[in-house]
Each structure stands twice: as structure tokens, then as C-alpha cells.
């Protein structure tokens, strides 16, 4: 299964009680979609760039998690019909290649300082 980030923004005013709720929401609907949770981190209050929904602040949340497509659409219309979440972004995370990096040839510091500059023609005036 592919893995996802999700980043939200509670509302900043929100009880406890409230924001474990949304959380285990969540959380419910990836697990319950045979999707596994990675990571659940909370960010904590922040000052937004820019005023959104009228609130300045707001509680962020990541989840690391892995789940079938399908769970995204389920998993933003929640997101988006939730009164708690003001700001989301979901997004496939891609897997790090393995390829072999090849080292460049450093030159040797005397073999540099030895080569001759190269010189250029001056255009006749």
C-alpha cells in the first residue's frame, strides 16, 4: 500500500475532549480501511500566516500512515465537512530511490593550483 502524509489545523479553541475525538476519528478511518498509522505527532499551537475562518492560531497534527486510495477521498470529505479542521493537505509520499550515488573524482589541491589559466582573445577595437 502506498504511504500518505496528512497535515490539519484544529481550530485553536477546541476542548480536549473535542480534539481527541477528531483524532480518533481519524484515526478510525484509515484503520478501518485495512490502513496502518505510521505516525500521529502533534505540532501544537501555532500562529497561521494569514487569518483563516477568522482564527490566527490553530493546532496542528501530522499522521504518517499507509492505506488504499480509496481511504484519501473518504479521509478529505471528512476533513472538510469536520467544524474542528480549518486548514488540511493530504499527499502521497514517494518511496526513496536506492540508487547508487557515484562519487566525483576530486582533483588534488597542488594538481589545481598548478594549471595554467586559460587565455582568451581580446576583439581587435
Known amino acids: 500500500m502506498p504511504n500518505y502524509e496528512t497535515v490539519f489545523i484544529l481550530k ?13 476519528k481519524i484515526k478510525g478511518i484509515i484503520t478501518s480501511n485495512q490502513g496502518t498509522v505510521l505516525l500521529a ?7 497561521l500566516a494569514y487569518t483563516v475562518k477568522k482564527f490566527k492560531e490553530g493546532s496542528y497534527y501530522l499522521f504518517n500512515f499507509t492505506c488504499a486510495g480509496k481511504v484519501i477521498g473518504e479521509l478529505e470529505n471528512y476533513y472538510k465537512t469536520s467544524d474542528a479542521i480549518i486548514k488540511f493537505i493530504t499527499i ?9 550515488t557515484e562519487k ?13 589559466p586559460v587565455k582568451t582573445e581580446q576583439p581587435a577595437a
Open 12 to 24: 485553536p479553541v477546541l476542548a480536549n475532549e473535542k480534539v481527541e475525538e477528531v483524532l480518533n
Open 104 to 116: 566525483k573524482e576530486e582533483k588534488p589541491a597542488a594538481a589545481a593550483a598548478t594549471t595554467e
Open 92 to 100: 502521497k509520499k514517494e518511496v526513496a530511490s536506492k540508487k547508487k
Open 41 to 47: 505527532d502533534s505540532w501544537g499551537k501555532r500562529r
